[in-house]
């Protein structure tokens, strides 16, 4: 059984924010909604602080909690393990952005014919075309670019990279390239406490 | 209609009432609009006003239809309070419909539902006190002594278990572990039996009987819910683990003034009332509110200090601006659009109770018939 998961070593992440864009262009996603954000943040004080950067998305979880209290089972695992959204049966009622302890999920509640990005702005056909796969009053995430894994490739967050801070493969192959990297970089999930079990491992993590 | 109350407070009130809802609806077709800004909800802040109005009326629903269960002497203060409790209860359901993205699809709530999800304990146990209760109010109606009886056990015990359901749901949610804390079970359990107390001293000052319920045990019930409260506080001051973080948060962050109203003006105030048996119509007003304040305060807890706060020290997350203080996320404000929306659900709960109460679905109080 294929299980889709990313790596992201954080200590080589440049903060640059390009997968962030690469996710928009790649999913055409309402303005002002990312599903793939670089947070960033300092620590410590001076003279030994220093800046953070933490690219964050959907976790994929194996036990998802968004999942789990979906209320109409609009959140749902694909074939591969992959957390998808069923836009038909959610009924926005933000259940599952309560429920995801990474705050991974979008609710999606505006108009972007009656909302341009700026006042006097049109849409253009393309835009309009891509907006029609975002409909509105639903809750939206991470697909893990479903459309490009189909087809062999990587997402586009992965592929875009410009340190190469990102590994995308089958977590339940163990001869494949990102299991060999999470053993090689010490890599864990975020907040593993909670017994989600995401399929984005982290290495780097001040 | 049977008018029973004074016709110019009737016709006064069902203005009011109709003018909220012509307001609601205004501002309901502009959230449909998905007009940026019609709602201060956000993907940091998913459930805000309606939620809190949806907790408030299920807690007074819940509470006034306990006590109707409950209650043995004077048939028509039972039968009052259920038919308040009904009518509580069924607007507890409608705050919850502007809140959906898609309302049109809650079909699915019913016929497709996920069942492991705890948010159908929420609907299917509401549901279920609809329908004792409506059992309750034809068997205390047309005198029928099994039915009533029937229905008195079955809505006491969904009663109770709906807002059990509705606290477990809330603490069962991982991404906001400010709603985690278990005192919350019993704090919602006694402001149910609080607001159910106040919804029948106002009853009994609105119809001018007054038989059913001890202003003394609302009073008690008050006490107790500080109690929980403080107990709840205490425990911040030995553990300060990371749930009790978002208890400090709505202490002393932005919506501090909102906690400490409610502690003051609907418990403190009104226990000191009730207790001496003064005002009670006033202290059971200011208890109710205290109530709705209660809710909206938990509400925003489970928001303003999120699970994803702890992912790393010192993060940030874009378009939000840290506050000072123990609260991470800005504060949500509830947009005129959702003030008017929700301002409607309560005109048609009073309007609805008025029409009923003033109806011959409820007699005229004689307590020689009792």
Wanted: charged share 15%; proline share 5%; aromatic share 10%.
């Amino acid at each position: 059984m294929t299980r889709y998961g990313m790596l992201i070593d954080v200590s080589t992440c440049a903060g640059c924010d390009a997968c962030t864009m690469a996710c928009k262009y790649q999913n055409a996603t309402p303005s002002g909604m990312y599903w793939c954000k670089v947070l960033k943040g300092e620590y410590g004080e001076y003279p030994n602080s220093g800046q953070t950067v933490l690219p964050m998305a959907c976790q994929h979880c194996q036990d998802a909690p968004c999942v789990s209290a979906c209320p109409t089972g609009a959140s749902f695992y694909d074939e591969n393990r992959c957390v998808q959204v069923d836009y038909e049966k959610c009924i926005g009622c933000r259940m599952c952005i309560n429920a995801c302890p990474y705050n991974a999920r979008s609710y999606h509640d505006v108009d972007q014919k009656t909302t341009p990005y700026y006042e006097g702005y049109e849409m253009t056909p393309y835009e309009e075309m891509r907006a029609a796969e975002h409909p509105i009053g639903v809750v939206e995430k991470c697909v893990m670019c479903k459309e490009r894994t189909a087809q062999g490739e990587e997402p586009s967050c992965v592929k875009t990279c410009i340190t190469k801070s990102r590994w995308f493969g089958d977590l339940d192959d163990p001869t494949s390239e990102i299991n060999e990297m999470i053993k090689k970089l010490g890599a864990k999930p975020l907040m593993e406490d909670l017994g989600t079990e995401p399929s984005v491992y982290y290495a780097g993590l001040v | 209609m049977d008018i029973k109350m004074n016709k110019n407070v009737v016709l006064g009130v069902g203005a009011v009432c109709l003018v909220l809802l012509a307001m609601g609806l205004f501002a309901l077709v502009q959230q449909y609009s998905f007009v940026e800004g019609v709602t201060s909800i956000t993907s940091y802040v998913p459930w805000g006003l309606y939620i809190s109005l949806f907790l408030f009326f299920e807690a007074a629903g819940a509470g006034a239809l306990l006590l109707a269960a409950v209650g043995k002497p004077a048939m028509v203060s039972r039968l009052k309070l259920a038919v308040v409790g009904v009518i509580f209860s069924a607007c507890a359901g409608l705050a919850i419909l502007p809140d959906l993205g898609r309302p049109l699809g809650m079909w699915r709530l019913f016929f497709a539902p996920n069942i492991a999800s705890p948010l159908l304990l929420d609907v299917w146990l509401l549901s279920a006190t609809l329908v004792f209760g409506v059992l309750l109010i034809v068997g205390l109606r047309l005198a029928k002594p099994a039915l009533a009886k029937a229905a008195s056990i079955g809505t006491g015990v969904f009663a109770v278990l709906l807002v059990l359901g509705t606290a477990i749901m809330f603490c069962s949610i991982p991404g906001k572990i400010g709603w985690e804390s278990t005192a919350e079970i019993g704090i919602s359990l006694v402001q149910m039996v609080i607001a159910g107390c106040a919804v029948a001293l106002l009853l009994d000052a609105v119809t001018g009987t007054a038989r059913n319920v001890s202003s003394k045990l609302a009073g008690a019930l008050l006490v107790a819910n500080a109690a929980i409260m403080l107990g709840e506080g205490m425990l911040l001051a030995y553990r300060g683990d990371f749930a009790l973080r978002a208890f400090e948060a709505v202490m002393f962050g932005t919506y501090a003034w909102i906690f400490w109203t409610q502690v003051v003006a609907g418990i403190v105030v009104p226990a000191a009332l009730l207790l001496r048996g003064r005002g009670v119509q006033v202290a059971a007003g200011l208890a109710l509110a205290g109530v709705a304040l209660s809710k909206f305060v938990y509400v925003v807890r489970g928001s303003i200090y999120p699970t994803y706060g702890e992912i790393s020290e010192g993060l940030f997350i874009p378009f939000l601006q840290h506050t000072s203080g123990p609260q991470m996320v800005t504060a949500y404000v509830p947009s005129a659009s959702e003030f008017m929306v929700a301002g409607a659900v309560i005109g048609l709960a009073v309007l609805l109770s008025m029409a009923a109460l003033n109806s011959k679905l409820v007699p005229t109080d004689n307590p020689a018939n009792d």
